[in-house]
């Protein structure tokens, strides 16, 4: 058996209220009509009447049926809402998970460049001091010769907050260094093949 839904019950209370309207109308003209002697009048009346209170009943029945009814779609609506929620926060719990897993990578990250950070910083020094004392004269200005972690850290930063997006793609760090560092690296890789 289907479920009457409270917009059924509002259909049929509102045919009922026309319908008691209606003959509310004949009433009083036959009630009129029966006030005047009019005969079979006062009987007519009586039985319009008594049709309209039965209908009264009726109207009574159908207003406590809509109650339970809507009662009933409000509970529904509760426990579909309900499931809802459910769903909503078990897939944030998942989201939740992934997002713990994704920090403890960035921590580990985080570790990694706290100790490398340093260690570019003073190889850089050691480098600039080397050359130095070997009297080699360093092209002023060129990029990666100093501050490579300052560049690392900034490319980070360029990451975070979008703007790598709009630049397109760049040189790794490590291409950095190596472009900066070519002529000590070339020896190096000269000597690697002798």
């Known amino acids: 058996m289907t479920a009457?839904?409270?917009?059924?019950?509002?259909?049929?209370?509102?045919?009922?209220?026309?319908?008691?309207a209606d003959?509310?109308?004949?009433?009083?003209?036959?009630?009129?009509?029966?006030?005047s002697g009019i005969p079979e009048a006062g009987?007519?009346?009586?039985?319009?009447?008594?049709?309209?209170?039965?209908?009264?009943?009726d109207r009574l029945i159908l207003n406590r049926a809509l109650a339970r009814a809507q009662r009933a779609e409000a509970a529904a609506r509760e426990v579909k809402a309900e499931a809802e929620r459910?769903?909503?926060?078990?897939?944030?719990k998942g989201h939740a998970k992934r997002l713990l897993a994704a920090t403890r990578r960035v921590d580990a990250a985080i570790a990694e460049l706290t100790a490398a950070l340093p260690e570019?910083?003073?190889?850089?020094?050691?480098?600039?001091?080397?050359?130095?004392?070997?009297?080699?004269?360093l092209s002023v200005g060129a990029v990666g010769q100093m501050g490579l972690a300052v560049m690392a850290?900034?490319?980070?930063?360029?990451?975070?907050?979008?703007?790598?997006?709009?630049?397109?793609?760049?040189?790794?760090?490590?291409?950095?260094?190596a472009s900066a560092w070519a002529i000590l690296l070339a020896a190096e890789s000269e000597k690697e093949t002798v």
């Open 86 to 92: 459910r769903e909503h926060f078990d897939i944030a």
């Open 153 to 177: 850290l900034e490319k980070l930063i360029r990451l975070t907050d979008g703007r790598a997006r709009l630049s397109g793609p760049s040189k790794s760090v490590t291409e950095i260094a």
């Open 23 to 35: 003959l509310d109308a004949d009433f009083g003209k036959i009630s009129t009509d029966a006030v």
């Open 120 to 137: 570019i910083a003073a190889e850089e020094l050691l480098i600039r001091q080397n050359l130095g004392r070997a009297q080699v004269n």
């Open 4 to 20: 009457i839904t409270s917009l059924d019950i509002l259909g049929k209370i509102g045919a009922l209220d026309t319908l008691v």
């Open 43 to 57: 009987k007519k009346a009586a039985e319009l009447n008594q049709r309209i209170e039965r209908l009264a009943v």
